[in-house]
């Protein structure tokens, strides 16, 4: 147990070195200021107001599939494969 | 209660929901961050403890409270979501110690499902995204650009319907989260996925793991180097990687919160149901984990939210008890615990029931609460006031004025009291026995009114009548010298320190002495326009012993006016308007503040900022503190001085935060008071009051006080009966090993010394639903009745009504009534009993039999309601809140003049509503509107859209309600935004300060 205890971390071995335990019965009534901002910066700068996307994930889906059907498209025309299997493949079924 | 109310805390939040420790403030600086429901409090790690910096409060309730470091960034940025769906990113600006916005934005979606098992807000360690999960199978998603801001916002289907928890993991190349979730046949299982930010998808992650503890509730994710995550079930508790599964059984708990000791992730602190708290190690050979060990450390309260901080040192939020600063010891104590509780900070959450009696019979409405919950649960007394202890009394009429005397100069505490009366004055002194007993100091004069007292330089004591000043040896107690008035005048007033004394005579006359050894010297004397009311010349200054301002209070123009002495130049005149006289002037300084106070003849206070060199007086405010004149003395409490207003409102004067406070103290009326220090009765009062002199201590100055009764089980209802002086509570024990792990029981308690008298158990799978002590007609007893409900209807009988006597301190069971369903509220009406039984409303009627025994008999009923919860009554008029169809479930207590008390919905908040006259509430209003613009939400959020009204159906503006908070945040300001707002409303800054002080004291 002692080896699971030890060497607890310190980042400023000062911290809490003062402290003594209070009294249980007496519970801490250390209140801090109440903040009270009347500065403009509690507004974020004009891009960083975030809302989410207004297409909803359906429609983005299709957009994305119809895009990389598009992507796929244009590779092959870009780069046709030289024994254009797929297109004499494809003229076949058409028939 | 009226349609135009006034919303305000009482006490804020202590219940605390999340913390993180970061580098917040400053790159060095370590800071503890808090969440108590509605606010946020920063503390900073210093030698001495944890020191408060600020309190913050948030327009919403935090649903998550995130510290992380942006790439680039010298020290951390708090990530806070509420639960309305709005989200806020802050940085700590140094330079201005202010909190500014970095990024806020709403994350809400227009359909979903809201999470049943709260809300998810996580953020990707390498800072790629935040991840949220807010909606059943929606996982949004809000990416960081490179440079560390935020962008548009997106959501990704995710398959898991039943999430219990989802966490980043470390380490991965892609973002990756794993999700803890419930299948559709109520097994548990974990499953990876990597976030594709470009396709805005989800990517099979590395790894799963099938059918977990059916407890499993709870993921930590383990830093580099070991990575992976630890899965904690209720019986086991798994590590989970790529590459390793490691499990251990546990002993039967449920982990509520856990905290992370070392950096590298290999030691962990989890906190339990049962306040348990154990030490989880992941035992590993340098990056591969080989083993879990685990270890009980200790109890503390149920925590919430596990921090640790520095060198042993870690913080326990709770919900449920209050929280906790414990320090992690190397050996066990005697009971074998590691666990060493520092400080513990009170939480009165989570409010399940309340009763206000006057236990003290002063006029003063207590609250005692059903506070906390488990074996933390406790009863609150929560109190309004200062309380003075009695220690001591005697019954002496027509005092006019007190003072205590020390037997020497340096004699730390006080011997002497003097008491003044119309035409004699008499000496109290503490005996051998500390008993009080009338003495003499045969230098005073005792056939005349003291006018004012005080101990001098060189062992002496100054005595002030009417027609002299006698300095009298303190040791001997022999006069040593006697200043007289001039021929034909006579001393109207007075005041004197260590070294001086100021008197006033009629037509206006001001003389000045100074003390010294054996003598007293004429320095100075000056005639003014007008006659003088009252005088006072308290040592603020750098010198402890002499003072060089005057204060004087003047009849006619009524004014104050400040005079330097020794030459008693006019420095200020300070006309008070109205036609009311100054009545008591007092120099004063707090916290380094120096005021000059003045209490007016009709129980207003005037108090001013005064410049201590240029005897300047600003900042002029106006409060009421009762109706009567007011008499101000100084008296210390624990080192610190504060004010003692004597009136028929006796309130203590105090500064908190640098801003005046009052604070009623719990006595009717006093005439007098004069600290009086004595080694048997260190730090106490004198009090004159209503024909009687008071020795008694004072409670620590501060607003609410709150005792707490820990009761070790859970209290859920309480009522008082004041006939037999005890209250009686419904409460739940959980057993830890037993069988039926619940007992209930309604148990008996003295009110003053809240000891249990008696027991009643319940049968088991019963509870009490709702308690009440009334007396019907016909019948003088006062009976407590008992509204019960089954929790398992199947095994037992029916729900009863249990009406019990108390007699000789025991709980008699004398009539039980079945029910048709759980009695959920009981109310006395008009002599019968009302009671709530789920969807109906019976009332029953007391009858005798013809044996002398009595039963309750069903009298009429009300159907049709969806569930009564909570049922008022008000003389023939019978108010029903429903469950469904409330919008806010208030209680109206009428406990004190104007005040009263709620429950706010999630029982959290100790608050008052007040009503007001329509007037003051469109004034008000205004103030509110224009408060708006000035004081700014915090992380840019909006308190119009956090005071609307919400509910799953609809979102409207809040009607009628007025945030009492927000607009006693006036005072809060400096002059210039104070300024602002009177413009704006076209009223002084005095009269905003003194109608919104007014509220204050409403609680």
Redesign the interface.
């Known amino acids: ?2 080896s ?3 060497d ?15 009294d ?1 019965s ?20 004009p ?7 207004a297409k ?2 359906l429609v ?1 889906n299709i957009y ?1 599939r119809a895009e990389e059907k598009l992507r796929l498209k244009r590779a092959a025309t870009e780069h046709p494969i030289p024994e254009h299997g797929s297109k004499q493949l494809r003229a076949s079924t058409s028939h | 209660m009226s349609i135009w109310n006034y919303v305000v805390t009482a006490h804020k939040p202590t219940n605390v929901t999340h913390s993180c420790v970061g580098n917040f403030t400053a790159p060095q600086e ?1 800071n503890l961050i808090v969440a108590k429901c509605t606010r946020i ?3 900073l ?13 948030i327009y919403g309730r935090i649903a998550t409270l995130e510290l992380f470091r942006p790439h680039g960034e010298a020290q951390d940025f708090l990530f806070i979501a509420t639960e309305r769906y709005k ?3 802050l940085q700590w ?1 140094a330079e ?1 110690s ?10 809400s ?1 227009r359909i979903g499902r809201p999470t049943d098992n709260g809300q998810i807000g996580i953020i990707d360690p390498d800072c790629r995204l935040i991840g949220l999960h807010l909606y059943d199978g929606l996982f ?1 998603v ?1 990416p960081f650009d490179n440079k560390g ?9 995710l398959e898991e319907l039943q999430v219990l928890d989802i966490k980043f993991l470390y380490g991965c190349s892609k973002p990756t989260i794993v999700v803890l979730y419930q299948d559709n046949k109520d097994a548990r299982h974990v499953k990876t996925y990597e976030v594709a930010l470009k ?2 998808d989800f990517v099979e992650g590395p790894w799963t793991q099938n059918n977990l503890d059916n407890g499993a509730d709870l993921l930590i994710p383990v830093p580099p180097p070991l990575c992976g995550v630890l899965i904690i079930g209720e019986e086991t508790i798994v590590y989970c990687s790529a590459n390793a599964f490691k499990a251990i059984p546990i002993r039967p708990s449920i982990t509520k919160a856990y905290g992370r ?3 590298d992730g290999s ?1 962990y602190l989890l906190g339990d149901h049962a306040g348990l708290l154990h ?1 989880l ?1 992941i035992t590993h050979e340098k990056e591969k984990v080989t083993g879990l ?1 685990i ?1 009980l ?1 200790g109890e503390t309260s149920i925590a919430s939210t596990i921090s ?6 870690v913080y326990i939020g709770s919900s449920y008890g ?1 929280s906790q600063l414990i ?4 050996q066990p104590d005697a009971k074998g615990s ?1 666990v ?7 939480n009165l959450g989570p409010i399940v029931d309340f009763c206000v009696v006057d236990l003290e019979r002063q006029g003063q409405g207590q609250v005692v609460t059903c506070s906390g919950a488990y074996k933390d649960g406790s009863l609150r007394i929560v109190r309004n006031g200062i309380g003075i202890n009695e220690q001591a009394s005697v019954e002496l009429q027509g005092i006019k004025g007190m003072w205590s005397l020390r037997s020497s100069t340096d004699d730390p505490f006080d011997t002497f009291l003097v008491v003044s009366f119309i035409s004699e004055t008499r000496i109290l002194a503490m005996n051998l026995e500390d008993e009080l007993e009338e003495t003499e100091i045969e230098g005073f004069c005792s056939q005349a009114q003291t006018l004012f007292c005080h101990d001098a330089v060189y062992n002496q004591l100054v005595q002030v009548t009417s027609s002299s000043v006698r300095l009298v040896s303190s040791t001997t107690r022999e006069m040593r010298y006697e200043w007289h008035a001039p021929q034909g005048y006579s001393l109207n007033v007075a005041t004197a320190n260590a070294t001086q004394v100021l008197l006033a005579t009629g037509g206006g006359h001001l003389v000045y002495l100074e003390i010294g050894d054996g003598t007293l010297t004429e320095v100075k004397h000056e005639q003014l326009e007008y006659e003088i009311s009252c005088l006072d010349i308290n040592p603020i200054g750098d010198n402890p012993i002499s003072s060089q301002l005057a204060a004087v209070g003047m009849w006619t123009d009524i004014s104050v006016r400040i005079f330097s002495l020794p030459d008693l130049n006019l420095i200020t005149k300070e006309s008070l308007g109205g036609e009311i006289i100054p009545r008591s002037v007092l120099l004063c300084a707090f916290e380094g503040i120096s005021y000059l106070l003045c209490a007016l003849g009709d129980g207003h206070l005037l108090n001013f900022l005064l410049n201590m060199s240029t005897g300047e007086l600003t900042d002029r405010k106006k409060v009421s503190l009762g109706t009567q004149p007011i008499t101000l003395r100084t008296f210390s409490s624990k080192n610190t001085t504060h004010v003692f207003a004597a009136s028929d409102r006796p309130t203590v004067i105090y500064s ?2 640098k801003k005046l406070l009052y604070s009623n103290v719990n006595l009717k009326e006093v005439s007098h008071m004069c600290p009086f220090n004595s080694a048997a009765f260190p730090d106490s009062l004198a009090i004159a009051k209503e024909g009687e002199l008071t020795i008694g201590t004072i409670d ?1 100055i ?1 607003k609410l006080h709150i005792r ?1 009764i820990p009761l070790g089980e859970h209290a859920r209802r309480i009522c008082h009966q004041e006939q037999s002086r005890t209250f009686a509570i419904c409460s739940l024990k959980n057993q830890s090993n037993a069988e039926e792990s619940e007992m209930h029981f309604i148990r008996l308690l003295d009110d003053q010394t809240f000891d249990f008298i008696s027991t009643y158990p319940l049968d088991t799978f019963e509870y009490g639903c709702s308690i009440l002590s009334c007396s019907f007609s016909d019948d003088t007893n006062v009976i407590t009745v008992l509204g019960l409900r089954m929790f398992y209807p199947k095994k037992m009988s029916q729900p009863r009504i249990l009406v019990f006597i108390v007699e000789d301190g025991k709980l008699q069971l004398i009539v039980e009534k079945e029910t048709k369903g759980a009695v959920y509220s009981l109310n006395a009406f008009n002599g019968k009993l009302l009671a709530a039984i789920n969807q109906k409303i019976q009332l029953y009627k007391w009858m005798l039999r013809d044996d002398g025994t009595r039963e309750l008999q069903s009298e009429c009923g009300h159907h049709g309601h969806i569930l009564a919860l909570f049922v008022q009554t008000r003389g023939d008029f019978i108010v029903l809140h429903e469950e469904g169809a409330i919008e806010e479930r208030a209680r109206d207590y009428n406990a004190n003049w104007m005040s009263a008390v709620e429950i706010l919905d999630d029982d959290i908040y100790l608050g008052v509503i007040a009503s007001l006259p329509h007037e003051q509430y469109v004034f008000l209003e205004k103030l509110q509107t224009n408060l708006r613009k ?7 959020l909006n308190h119009e859209q956090w005071r609307s009204f919400n509910n799953e159906k609809k979102t409207v503006d809040a009607k009628n309600f007025l945030d009492g908070d927000l607009i006693e ?1 006036f005072l ?2 400096n002059r210039i ?1 104070m300024d602002e707002i009177s413009k704006a409303m076209g009223v002084s800054v005095e009269e905003l300060c003194k109608r919104v002080e007014e509220l204050t004291r409403l609680h």
């Open positions: 147990m002692g699971m205890l030890g607890f971390p310190s980042f400023d071995p000062h911290n809490f070195s003062q402290l003594r335990p209070s249980p007496n519970p801490s009534k250390m209140t801090p200021a109440t903040y009270r901002p009347t500065h403009n910066r509690t507004l974020p700068p891009d960083q107001v975030i809302t989410t996307e909803n994930i983005r994305q | 370590l409090e920063i503390h790690l210093t030698p001495q403890g944890l020191q408060p910096m600020l309190d913050v409060p989200f806020c990113v600006d201005t202010e909190l500014i916005t970095r990024a806020m934005g709403d994350v979606d949004k809000i801001q935020l962008k548009e916002a997106f959501n990704i289907r396709d805005k000791v070392d950096a030691r030490l190690v060990k270890e450390l640790y901080l520095d060198n042993a040192v209050d320090k992690l010891n190397l590691y060493e509780v520092l400080e513990r900070y009170v908190s935060n620590d501060q707490s000035v004081i700014k939400g915090v992380g840019g945040s809060d300001l935004r």
